[in-house]
C-alpha cells in the first residue's frame, strides 16, 4: 500500500513539474500556491499532502512517538502493594484519585485491601521506583463485577510532577487497528512500556480468574502485552489519553489481552457510592483493629490506634528527666499486662507531648517513635505535624521514616533511612 501510494506521488509531482516547466517557470525557485492550481490538479495536491502526512506520522511514531506518550503518562502511573502482591494504577485527578482493577486490591477472602502503600514511576529513566516516596492510600470504590476500584491518596502528590492523566469518557474514538500503549509493573519489571494495536471492542464481555466468580464488562481486545502486574494500569492512546485499564491476559493464547474499557471507568467513579467507613464493623476490642498497619516495601508497618485501646488512660508513673521539678515523661500500660509499653514525652515542658515512644511487642526497645512539630511554610504553615520513625530490626537505629503532613493521624508518606 505504501509503495503504491508512493508511485502515485512521484506521477503526480512529475505532471505538476511538466506543467510548470512548460509553462517557463523556474521549478528551482517557484513553489506553487493553491490559488495557483485548478479543477483536479486541487483535489490531487491535497491527495498527495494527505499521502505525505500519513508517511510523516508512520516515521514519527517508529522514531520515537511511543517515548513522548510514556515520558506524558509514566510520572502519573503507579505501583499498588497490597497483602497478596503489587499491580498497577494510574492518577486521575488532583484530589489523589487511583482507578485500578479490584483484584489488584483484592483479599484472598472475598474481601478487599482497604489500606494501601502507592510509589509513582519516576520520570527518570533508569531510577528505581523503590526509592521513591510511599504514599498510603485507601480504598473508597469497588465494583467487584467489573473488577475496578477507586483508591484516594492520603496526601496529594506534587501536581507538578505526579499530573493526572486524562480519562476519556466514551469509546467513539476507539477504532480496531488504531495505536495504543501501557504502562505497568509485569512480573515485578516496574513501569514498563508496552505498543500494540486495538484488535476488537468487545461489550459486556465475560471473563473469570482460575474458576473464580464472573466478570462482566465492555472491554477492548488488545495485542499490547499484559502480565501480571500490568492490571489496573493504563490503556493510552496517541494522544497521551487513557481508554482502558489493562485488566487481564489470555493464558492459552498468546496477544489476546483484555482492558476494561473507560466508558465502564467513568460510569464506576460517577454512578457508584463511596464506601461508608460508619458501616465498616471494627470492634473496640479486637486487639487486630489496635494496631493501624501500612505497607512498606513489601513490608508492613504498624502503629498503634490509640482510641481502641482497651485500659485505662492514666499513666503509670511519671518522671522529671533533667531534675527541675516539672514531670516530662509518662509511661503508660496500654494493654494492662503490666509493662510499660507507651512513654509520652513533653520536652519543652508546656503540657503538650512532643514525642511518643512505642514497644508494640512488650520487649523494652522501642520500634516506634511518633514526634511532633509544627510546620514553619508552604500550604500548611503553622499547622501540625507527626513524623514516625520506625526501627523494624529493634536494632536502635531507625530504618524508615513517614509523615503525617496534615496530622489527621493517617500517615501520607514514607521513606527509607539510610
Known amino acids: 500500500m505504501k509503495i503504491h501510494k508512493l508511485k502515485y506521488l512521484y506521477i503526480f509531482i512529475f505532471i505538476l513539474l511538466f506543467n510548470f516547466g512548460s509553462q517557463g517557470i523556474d521549478i528551482n525557485t517557484y513553489t506553487p500556491n493553491l490559488s495557483d492550481l485548478k479543477g483536479n490538479q486541487i483535489l490531487q495536491f491535497q491527495d498527495s ?28 502511573t503507579v505501583l499498588i502493594n497490597s497483602h497478596f502482591g503489587h499491580g498497577s494504577g494510574i492518577l486521575i485527578n488532583n484530589d489523589g484519585w487511583i482507578i485500578t482493577n479490584y483484584h489488584v486490591i483484592e483479599n484472598n477472602n472475598n474481601s478487599y485491601n482497604k489500606n494501601l502503600s502507592v510509589s509513582f514511576c519516576p520520570l527518570e529513566t533508569g531510577k528505581d521506583i523503590n526509592n521513591q516516596k510511599t504514599y498510603v492510600a485507601k480504598t473508597i470504590k469497588v465494583d467487584p463485577k467489573r473488577d475496578l476500584a477507586l483508591i484516594k491518596l492520603n496526601h496529594i502528590s506534587n501536581p507538578l510532577i505526579n499530573k493526572p492523566a486524562k480519562l476519556q469518557s466514551t469509546n467513539e474514538s476507539l477504532s480496531i487497528g488504531m495505536d495504543v500503549h501501557a504502562i505497568g509493573h509485569p512480573n515485578g519489571l516496574y513501569c514498563t512500556y508496552t505498543y500494540g494495536r486495538i484488535s476488537q471492542i468487545r461489550p459486556n464481555h465475560d471473563w473469570r480468574y482460575d474458576g473464580t466468580r464472573k466478570f462482566t464488562a465492555t472491554v477492548i481486545q488488545t495485542d499490547t502485552a499484559i502480565n501480571p502486574g500490568n492490571s489496573g494500569g493504563p490503556l493510552i492512546n496517541n494522544d497521551g489519553e487513557i481508554i482502558g485499564i489493562a485488566t487481564f491476559g489470555d493464558k492459552n493464547a498468546e496477544g489476546l489481552n483484555f482492558a476494561v474499557a473507560s466508558s465502564e471507568i467513568v460510569d464506576f467513579i460517577n454512578n457508584f457510592p463511596l464506601i461508608d467507613e460508619s458501616k465498616e464493623d471494627i470492634s473496640s476490642n479486637d486487639t487486630n483493629n489496635a494496631w493501624i498497619t501500612k505497607k512498606k516495601d513489601n513490608k508492613w508497618i504498624t502503629k498503634k490506634n490509640w482510641e481502641n485501646t482497651n485500659c485505662a488512660d492514666d499513666y503509670v508513673s511519671a518522671k522529671d528527666t533533667n531534675n527541675n521539678l516539672i514531670n516530662d515523661s509518662f509511661s503508660y500500660d496500654i494493654d494492662c499486662d503490666k509493662i510499660i509499653d507507651l512513654i509520652k514525652y513533653d520536652q519543652d515542658e508546656d503540657g503538650m507531648y512532643d514525642a511518643i515512644f512505642i514497644d508494640k511487642n512488650n520487649n523494652q526497645i522501642f520500634e516506634l517513635v511518633i514526634v511532633f512539630d509544627t510546620h514553619t511554610e508552604g500550604q500548611y504553615k503553622n499547622k501540625d505535624y507527626a513524623k514516625y520513625y520506625y526501627d523494624e530490626n529493634e536494632d536502635e537505629i531507625d530504618d524508615h521514616l513517614c509523615l503525617d503532613v496534615d496530622f489527621n493521624q493517617e500517615i501520607d508518606y514514607c521513606e527509607e533511612l539510610s
Do not use: C, H, P, T
Open 49 to 76: 499532502f494527505n499521502i505525505l502526512k500519513d508517511i510523516e506520522n508512520s516515521n514519527q511514531m517508529r522514531s520515537g512517538y511511543g517515548a513522548q506518550v510514556y515520558n506524558s503518562i509514566v510520572s502519573s
